[in-house]
């Protein structure tokens, strides 16, 4: 805490005083500096430490980089965290690895820049083999969602699929959030079905552009979370969606 309030000329002091000791902090040590900094909502002050040890060459692992993401992500600082970016894929030894390009993706679907979020998700798969595992599936859901892009959200479910990731409740949740919000109930009650094991791929697969073989290998009924159901629930009964209303009922009390 005292060392995250100290500004940058008594930061240059410390570093001057470990070399004269001959002390050489290693890059876990920098990263729980910077980490405790962020912990504490110093963020200025760990931005001002990570610039001026990089001013000094001193490496920094993904550790670090990450908890500046995030902590960049969680007080909507794009421009900070871009060039926090930017310095990980300068820097030698220190990949993107999937939780950098989750924290990104999130960041810029906040931002309504879903373009950015898909960019940098492609830039990970492309130029450093990040495949997207489930969280960054997710994350990238969500995005199209905040960006009102739904069948968007349709064809990254899909490709899930087509990776062979099987979705969790949490995903088949985001989206369905998604058709909620865009009054999109038979949609909506299309994932239901396929979440619940109900009924033929085939609706679902015609949604997210994939053969129903696709979907029909990775199928596992799920029980969704009760605050997707009850988002859904409201909305049925708020637009007069009787027949869906039913049917969700029947599909819930399924054994």
Request: aromatic share 6%; net charge positive.
């Amino acid at each position: 805490r005292q060392l995250a309030d100290t500004d940058s000329d008594k930061l240059q002091e410390v570093i001057d005083d470990m070399r004269a000791a001959d002390i050489t902090p290693d890059a876990v040590t920098y990263s729980i500096l910077i980490k405790a900094s962020c912990n504490t909502g110093h963020l200025d002050n760990a931005i001002a430490l990570f610039r001026l040890l990089r001013k000094h060459g001193i490496a920094f692992d993904e550790v670090a980089f990450n908890a500046l993401l995030l902590a960049c992500a969680k007080a909507d600082r794009l421009k900070e965290a871009e060039e926090i970016f930017q310095e990980m894929l300068l820097a030698e030894g220190t990949p993107p690895t999937l939780v950098t390009i989750s924290i990104l993706v999130k960041l810029y679907g906040k931002a309504k820049m879903l373009d950015k979020a898909l960019e940098v998700s492609s830039l990970a798969r492309n130029k450093y083999n990040l495949h997207p595992n489930l969280y960054l599936f997710t994350c990238l859901i969500q995005a199209c969602v905040r960006n009102r892009h739904i069948k968007k959200s349709w064809q990254v479910f899909g490709q899930m699929f087509e990776s062979g990731v099987i979705p969790d409740a949490i995903a088949y949740g985001t989206v369905i959030h998604g058709c909620v919000y865009h009054s999109k109930f038979e949609e909506a009650m299309t994932f239901v079905r396929h979440a619940y094991g109900v009924g033929q791929p085939k609706a679902l697969a015609s949604l997210v552009d994939l053969p129903p073989v696709a979907l029909s290998k990775h199928a596992v009924p799920l029980q969704l979370q009760g605050e997707v159901l009850s988002a859904l629930r409201k909305a049925l009964q708020k637009k007069n969606q009787h027949g869906h209303l039913q049917e969700l009922d029947t599909i819930l009390k399924r054994p």
